[in-house]
């Protein structure tokens, strides 16, 4: 009788293989827990425990390659906006903030790779794209399009921020370009660097040369604590300018769903060097925290005209109603996002106070102070719910280039759904 | 103490095929029937048995949640057109009529979500795009852009449609808004609603407020039997214009190949309100079907203009000669593709008979009738081949805004072969 | 005894954890050896034993039926080039040469798909995208966009052709249009034809007729040897113009980056037909492989106007300084990509001479003489980093239809991060 047990359970575990499985986890550790009662109970002596242990240490690493497949995700953000205007039509109604489609993976422990590509605006532009290698001991080369080292909120991923929009400042920030970076990180600070060119589409019309820059930033969060987090960073960055040697600025509110730019600098010729500088801090006490940032770049121009010096900050306060707290992720010295505690999802209330000023010597591009009041609902570690009320007060200057009036001081109430897959 | 050892591997099994499955139908059937015999042979008492049964269902949960992660799938339309053209040249020729990959998943029973994008026009436009939360029992709520919901013809998929192309009228259904909708539904009818706001192009140029507009549809199916289909469908939906106040309507025959649009408006000045209503009724006995609509659209046009009134409609018969019914999809109140019986698939001969009017008052958009004959084959549930010979008859206005000369009557020869994955 | 065998269930049981979840190849060996063993043993009687490898088998079969699910992929190129400029600029700098996403599969033995989308320029551009038949025995049938049958280098994939780009003459070859093909092959040849119309963007701003054209390619491959391989091949096309008749070459140096075409005949009016012959001989014999290929293209205009006929060649030598040899796909007369044999890679070293003459009678379109030296390394098979060195000669006459000044002969060293997913 003992036999045909046997054979029932030989049969059914043959039966099971056939199973095509995705995501052991839960089971693997089900598993683990069972080796270890038969080890306590002796049905297993040690040697044979801990061959069956490393046996599946061993499918472990298997199951990583697996995992390291195309991985398919995707992002989508539906905006509407309703504008209380004080000048100028910025145009209330809805829009696809972001249709995003993307694939990640590596073949082995070296080599990786990411692409993802962005629908929401008919086009379809390339995002993050670039071979990765891994082969090193806690660094990471990169080649391709991705964000320069630069800046706490532009690193953060869109889907992650805390608010829907970033702060005017991260106009300054380079963001992506094609190049090849380097990063590396320790217990508690991260170092990244790299050598970028322009934009994959910098180069349509004019057969001059491209821009290039270097970049680098470094990272400290002295704490390593749960649910506590000190971050300091800091970053340089310097860019050549093309050929037709121009530069120019210009933004919009914190706000997408409008086209009006109000602070704009126009093109700014005769460019020979762009420096910029970057300073961050934020603290992370349980469900509190704060963050802030400073950028400034410095335009050199060529002899005999004056350099110039554009300035912006902002700094927000976060307070995770349901308890939760932010995620830090050490390795990038920038945070991911909000994980709820409960089946209810997790509240977040967050205040925001940015300025940005593009006025310096000849240039007018105008300035600007907002303040944002956010409220989210994070229903689930994908989807979340966002609310931002803004307050915009523009200077005389932040004209749009000359195409609206200045000293415009609208309202702005605006709603995003949001999901990641 | 062996009946220990025995129970532990039994759970342990049981564990194992608690891995979330992918297609493991058969083996689960099995591993019941397995479970059901250790019971009956006092292998394993009631209590062990109902916790394994019980592990078993709760593994049944997260096996929908596995198939809920992102399903990536596509459609691709290959055309063939040849036109023996009366007055103007439609070009002859081939296109990919479309191109189209697209994700859906969900997280949960609650989130889910959808995004389509089509290529084939070089471009890349974003279809379905939203998120949806089906936590309710029997309701089901969207935000974002999908079609609003009015209609049988467009709220049937273009994959499974009974010709190549939608009939003329569908220029009058509202389509894809970005907004929010509910839809519920009962054992013979259903509901949907919406309030959208502009398409997600619709704000390129202009900062004027966006349109918005609200629609219902409700459907009725009398009949719950296999092989027939009764249902009938009404729709109305209100829009409001954008700031600019401007509408117009246009289409080209029932072919896509060609970019001459007989019937066209022009646009329509100082337009307050757009009205639809549509009605909808369709018959399946078995392997015939017939189907219907009507849509009209009344344009309100400022004091002291004349309200316009557009309408069209259209008539099909359908018979599966090898067998097949047609699929009606209860909840939505629509139809999807055919499964042919056999291997060596299924064809089907229609006939449809379409009117457009576009001229009303002061407006001379132009009226067509159009008559089709289709033939398709479904090599299998998801490959289709399909000829279409389609007789155009035009008004002397369908001269497609004076581009072309009216009262022209060109007949269409077109096929199609079709892959959806 | 029963201690044994509940050992090596519980063994069997962590193998079957260990599968990897998603190509359980290996495992499914140690299952089948672990039946061998039970059988061996006396555990299963051969009955039992027949039972579950049958029960096996079958799911091994519904395994293939889950592999030709979609099947997703992409591929990235990441280029940086920099030109010894002689006359004009041409724009040293970076870009994404290529950013691919693709899904391929097949719904049973005789239904297949491809659909590849290319985002490198910011549009969106459908490359292969075509529906298959392979029901036949050795026959494939498809139809929608894929590449005509011609030409050796131009049938390669562009990730696994061995400079990083195509020779000069390519701008002769017909490439990717929509049409419906067949394809066929022997032990030692293969034979392609198929009836083609436009490229899916043909059709855009005028209604007269498409082009269409017809191809053939045949090769042989007399030789059945690893590591040496003998390929001859030929192919004809002819194709109407459209009702432009109007038709063009134009094409750059061999490097992606810039857009100057030195070559550009301008539009050539009044075409009849244009007849395209191409020659191609390969040979691989071990680490070393020597590739050549002839195009030419005949351009009839109106009576009285006299022929055209442009040509152009090339022919490059291959060393693989690590003992790999370039792999032959038989069956479609073409190469597929380098395999390293080692976890260091392959190195290969190639040299390339290339040229190309779009000067005939009334047509100074110009003409080019190339030499590349590339250096390729080969991570793995799925990436590898390029280096080219190319001295370009051009004539009097290739001054990109009169924008650029003639007899420019620039240098280029460009080096691309290649890899595909």
Redesign the interface.
């Known amino acids: 009788m003992?036999?045909?047990?046997?054979?029932?359970?030989?049969?059914?575990?043959?039966?099971?293989?056939?199973?095509?499985?995705?995501?052991?986890g839960?089971?693997?550790q089900?598993?683990r827990d069972?080796?270890d009662?038969?080890r306590d109970n002796g049905?297993?002596d040690l040697v044979?425990y801990y061959d069956?242990v490393d046996?599946?240490d061993?499918?472990d690493t298997?199951?990583e390659?697996?995992e390291g497949?195309?991985g398919?995700?995707?992002r989508?953000m539906?905006d509407?906006a309703k504008y209380n205007e004080d000048e100028?039509?910025?145009?209330?109604?809805?829009?696809?903030r972001q249709?995003r489609?993307g694939?990640e993976?590596s073949?082995?422990s070296?080599?990786g790779?990411e692409?993802g590509?962005e629908?929401?605006?008919?086009?379809?532009?390339?995002k993050d794209?670039?071979?990765s290698y891994q082969g090193f001991e806690r660094a990471r080369l990169q080649?391709?399009?991705f964000k320069e080292p630069f800046g706490l909120e532009v690193l953060t991923s869109s889907g992650s921020i805390t608010f829907m929009e970033r702060a005017l400042v991260s106009e300054l920030v380079p963001g992506r370009?094609?190049?090849v970076g380097l990063a590396t990180h320790g217990k508690g600070w991260s170092l990244a660097g790299g050598l970028f060119?322009?934009a994959?589409?910098?180069?349509s019309d004019?057969?001059?040369?491209?821009a290039w820059g270097l970049s680098a930033r470094v990272t400290a969060a002295p704490w390593r604590k749960k649910r506590k987090t000190l971050h300091f960073g800091a970053a340089v960055s310097t860019r050549s300018p093309d050929?037709e040697r121009e530069i120019s600025f210009d933004t919009g509110p914190e706000s997408n769903?409008?086209?009006?730019s109000y602070l704009d600098t126009d093109d700014i010729d005769d460019v020979d060097q762009v420096d910029r500088y970057g300073l961050e801090a934020a603290l992370v006490l349980g469900s509190w925290s704060i963050q802030t940032e400073y950028v400034q770049a410095k335009i050199e121009r060529r002899e005999g005209m004056s350099e110039l010096e554009f300035d912006g900050s902002y700094v927000y306060v976060s307070w995770l109603m349901t308890g939760e707290s932010r995620n830090y992720r050490r390795q990038k010295g920038s945070f991911s996002g909000i994980e709820p505690d409960s089946d209810r999802g997790a509240w977040e209330l967050a205040l925001r106070f940015s300025e940005f000023d593009l006025n310096d010597e000849d240039v007018t591009g105008g300035a600007a102070e907002q303040v944002t009041l956010g409220l989210n609902w994070y229903?689930?570690s994908?989807?979340r719910f966002m609310l931002n009320y803004v307050r915009v007060d523009n200077d005389e200057d932040a004209d749009a280039d000359g195409d609206v009036s200045g000293d415009d001081d609208p309202e702005i109430l605006q709603f995003r759904?949001?999901?990641d897959?």
């Open positions: 003992i036999r045909r047990y046997l054979h029932a359970l030989v049969v059914s575990c043959g039966m099971l293989l056939a199973i095509p499985l995705n995501q052991a839960a089971t693997e089900s598993y069972l080796l009662t038969l049905t297993l044979q069956l046996a599946l061993e499918t298997s199951h390659e697996t497949g195309p398919l995700g995707g989508l539906v509407l100028v039509d910025l145009g209330d109604g809805t829009e696809l249709a489609l694939l993976g073949f082995d070296a080599w790779y692409l590509v629908f929401a605006d008919g086009d379809a532009d390339v794209a670039y071979i080649i391709g399009q370009h094609i190049g060119g322009g994959f589409d910098d180069d004019d057969e001059g040369d491209e050929d769903l409008t086209d009006v229903a689930n994908s989807t759904a949001q999901i897959f």
